[in-house]
């Protein structure tokens, strides 16, 4: 697992209404192109999420089918059970991972145990707001990896500028206290001079940033996005995490059909 930094910055940072052009919320995601497969591939670079990590630029690929109540990706899957395109308020069901991480990922990391891949079941609330939506989520680990929670609340305000489809997003993500400490805590068996032990309570991460879809034809897009977040203390002051700034930026190519 080379990339847990860009799964976690995907939840630090970031995904109905309708935009203009192609692109739409559903979900609490960003979807575009509703009703078609596609496929994906780009590179993302960023910042440290812990301390001396070995990759910070990486490929990602992404693929899958957006519908208009089911959808499916690589990162993840849900279903709206309540509402409509049309409606103030959609209600959707959804299943996500969450990476989990080598020692050897970074210098901080030696001779930790590897931390295990998870999965969550969630609950999302749409609210529409003029052009913009309002989303709301709360997911829980099923797997019994971290055995914790996640809360999220996120604007996102899709608009057409001419030539792409342009989101801008501000939110707040919360991670439970077993979360926080699957990902940041020491215990007295890891703790070295350089990695003291540590523990800490639930943490918030203060997340803004935009997505921006370009359409080359009708079925190729390009796609950028760029996050930047902020963790709180609780998260920001293990003495694994690198910042308590947080940033990243994508750019790839989508095709669907």
């Known amino acids: 697992m080379k990339n847990i930094y860009f799964a976690i910055s995907a939840i630090l940072l970031s995904n109905a209404a309708l935009a203009e052009g192609n692109t739409y919320i559903r979900n609490g995601n960003i979807y575009s192109h509703q009703g078609q497969f596609f496929a994906g591939a780009g590179a993302a670079t960023g910042s440290e999420f812990y301390k001396g990590q070995d990759h910070k630029t990486a490929a ?12 499916a990706d690589l990162a ?54 003029g052009q913009g939506t309002l989303s709301g989520k709360f997911q829980h680990d099923v797997t019994g990896v971290y055995d914790g929670y996640q809360a999220d609340v996120t604007y996102y305000h899709p608009m057409n500028i001419g030539f ?16 926080v400490n699957y990902y940041t805590e020491v215990s007295k068996s890891d703790a070295t001079a350089n990695r003291p032990v540590y523990q800490a309570d639930g943490a918030f991460a203060y997340k803004v940033g935009y997505a921006m879809v370009v359409p080359i034809s009708e079925h190729l897009d390009i796609t950028q996005a760029t996050g930047y977040s902020r963790l709180s203390s609780d998260m ?15 750019l790839g190519v989508n095709y669907s059909f």
């Open 164 to 179: 792409a489809d342009f989101v801008p997003y501000a939110g707040v993500h919360y991670f439970s206290k077993d979360y």
């Open 60 to 71: 990602y690929i992404n693929g899958g089918y957006h519908g208009e109540d089911f959808n």
């Open 76 to 129: 993840g899957v849900n279903y709206r059970f309540f509402g409509s395109n049309d409606s103030a308020i959609n209600f959707s069901v959804f299943a996500a991972a969450n990476p989990g991480f080598d020692a050897d990922d970074a210098d901080i990391l030696k001779g930790m145990k590897d931390r295990k891949i998870s999965g969550d079941l969630g609950l999302n609330a749409d609210l529409r707001l």
């Open 236 to 250: 920001a002051d293990s003495p694994l995490i690198d910042s308590n700034n947080q940033w990243v930026t994508t």
